[in-house]
């Protein structure tokens, strides 16, 4: 197997929006310990400083600094207790969450490596979490793979212990969709969700689920566009 390929600063320096949809099917790795953990990224979602959905809409700070930074640069915080992955997009104030992901297992990060995603993030009971869950989830996706606030936000990527790589995934459709968790009043009804469709139903809210039309509450989006 050919040596990982990081992607260069280039391509985070997007609209964010772009970047939200071109990283569905990106692969994160982490370094951890000796293994290389690794997640497919399977959901985002995009924010923008003019929004008044997005952490920088609430002005800049020194522990926002990343989001007004050049893409590329990374934007940690806590939410509901847990840690959580964000990239810095095109534009000052413009980034990328990591909504959701789904583990990732070939020649660099094999078995050992989804044990150990494993062992960092069991379930409630202490339980093993299966693998469909281990990255269902912003907090869940940070855990598993070992992320925290401390040690990478504000950093750029670094090709010996965190980068996201190109493996040739081919997203063929994609679900655009209005984001989670945005208080009432801040822009909630935004599309600016998105979701490999392939995966739909192990991200965070599986937006094709029973009650959901299209049209009315997401869209679906081809390869190129």
């Known amino acids: 197997m050919p040596p990982p390929a990081p ?25 951890h310990g000796p293994y290389w953990l690794s997640a497919r990224i399977i959901e985002t979602e995009a924010y923008y400083l003019d929004e008044k959905g997005s952490h920088a809409s609430l002005g800049y700070t ?3 600094k990343a989001l007004f930074l050049d893409g590329g640069h ?19 104030g413009n980034a990328v969450l990591i909504k959701s992901a789904y583990p990732w297992v070939d020649a660099v990060s094999d078995s050992n490596s ?13 339980q093993v979490r299966p693998p469909e869950r281990l990255c269902a989830g ?8 070992g992320l925290k606030v401390p040690n990478w936000d504000g950093k750029r990527f670094d090709p010996e212990q965190l980068f996201v790589e190109d493996c040739g995934i081919i997203v063929q459709h994609i679900i ?13 009804h935004l599309p600016l969700r998105f979701v490999d469709a ?7 809210r599986n937006p ?18």
């Open 7 to 31: 992607l260069p600063d280039a391509f985070f320096n997007r609209d964010a929006q772009v970047l939200a949809r071109d990283l569905l099917g990106k692969i994160i790795r982490h370094r």
């Open 114 to 126: 989804l044990a150990q995603m494993q062992v960092n993030n069991p379930d409630a009971s202490g």
């Open 62 to 64: 020194e522990k926002r």
């Open 198 to 204: 392939e995966f739909a139903r192990h991200c965070t």
């Open 74 to 92: 990374i934007y940690m915080y806590y939410a509901r207790g847990g840690d959580s992955l964000n990239f810095s997009a095109q534009g000052p």
């Open 138 to 145: 912003q907090t869940l996706l940070c855990k598993a793979m």
């Open 208 to 225: 094709l689920r029973r009650g959901q039309v299209e049209g009315r509450d997401f869209t679906v989006l081809t390869q190129g566009n």
């Open 176 to 188: 655009q969709t209005s984001r989670l968790g945005i208080p009432k009043g801040r822009d909630e």
